[in-house]
């Protein structure tokens, strides 16, 4: 088991850290769960609109203190490098079910395409090759709660194709879309996502692509967050702010998006190898 997967594992078992009742999810009952509950509260306001990129890089780094604080954790952050086997992901080192991956493909279920609503948009993932338990890795059935599979199905999104327009952060976006469609399963439900811890490897090659796509003329795009308040601009609306609030339900302060659009700036500093 990878030394992040134990680490992952520690949070689950940490009883929860932020004011439940200011999270508005009494539910919880680990830091872990507090993560989940504050992404599912805030999707519609924060997925396919122009806070996108930028708060989940916010909500990305709030994990890491935790790792580092609550688990003295003193690694790197991982993340999965979608370019290395984007042809057959279940041959990927995070999910080829080693020891030291996240996991395996899920035991094949029998069950159609997937019905999906996207916030304001309904999509239809193609049929899965797995979706049942997690027989591999560390988080296999019978030393996990928690037993749905990845459903790997490559994934292009051609129904997403009505962005409003063709831009880089079209571009980013549909990565980011497709390789959450790709693991499928929990990573189909946009509400639900941060759920499946695959979530932290996904989004830190999201982060890492758009820091490479800003570092290449960072004085031009360090703020170009590229939409709207709305997401897939429906209802049409007004570009975000550099001054806009990112917030977290209590997770954490609220932060301007300006503060936080460089990795080596405001509460950041790192960098992506
Ligand atoms: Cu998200």
């Not at 850290?17 to 999810?25: C, E, I, V």
């Not at 995070?94 to 035991?107: H, K, Q, W, Y």
């Not at 811890?197 to 796509?213: C, N, Q, S």
Request: glycine letters at 8%; proline letters at 6%.
């Amino acid at each position: 088991m990878s030394l992040w997967t134990r680490l992952r594992l520690a949070l689950e078992a940490l009883p929860p850290q932020a004011n439940t009742t200011t999270l508005q999810a009494p539910a919880v009952t680990s830091r872990y769960d507090e993560f989940v509950a504050v992404h599912l509260l805030k999707t519609n306001d924060v997925h396919y609109n122009g806070v996108f990129f930028v708060w989940h890089r916010h909500f990305l780094w709030l994990y890491n203190p935790d790792l580092r604080n609550l688990c003295r954790y003193t690694g790197p952050v991982p993340y999965w490098d979608w370019t290395l086997n984007s042809d057959d992901p279940r041959n990927s080192t995070v999910f080829d079910g080693s020891a030291c991956s996240l996991r395996g493909n899920g035991e094949y279920y029998p069950h159609g395409v997937t019905d999906l609503s996207l916030i304001n948009k309904h999509l239809i993932v193609a049929l899965g090759t797995g979706r049942g338990c997690v027989t591999e890795g560390p988080f296999a059935k019978g030393t996990w709660t928690g037993h749905i599979g990845n459903d790997f199905n490559i994934t292009d999104v051609p129904e997403l194709d009505d962005f409003p327009t063709s831009t880089a952060w079209d571009a980013l976006n549909k990565l980011h879309t497709a390789g959450g469609l790709t693991i499928g399963s929990l990573n189909n439900d946009v509400y639900a996502s941060a759920g499946d811890p695959a979530i932290w490897l996904h989004h830190g090659m999201v982060d890492r692509a758009w820091a490479i796509w800003q570092g290449q003329d960072m004085e031009a795009r360090r703020y170009q967050v590229g939409a709207t308040r709305t997401p897939f601009n429906d209802p049409p609306s007004a570009r975000v702010a550099v001054d806009e609030f990112l917030d977290f339900t209590g997770l954490a302060e609220r932060v301007t998006l300006k503060d936080v659009t460089s990795t080596l700036d405001g509460p950041y500093w790192y960098v992506y190898e």
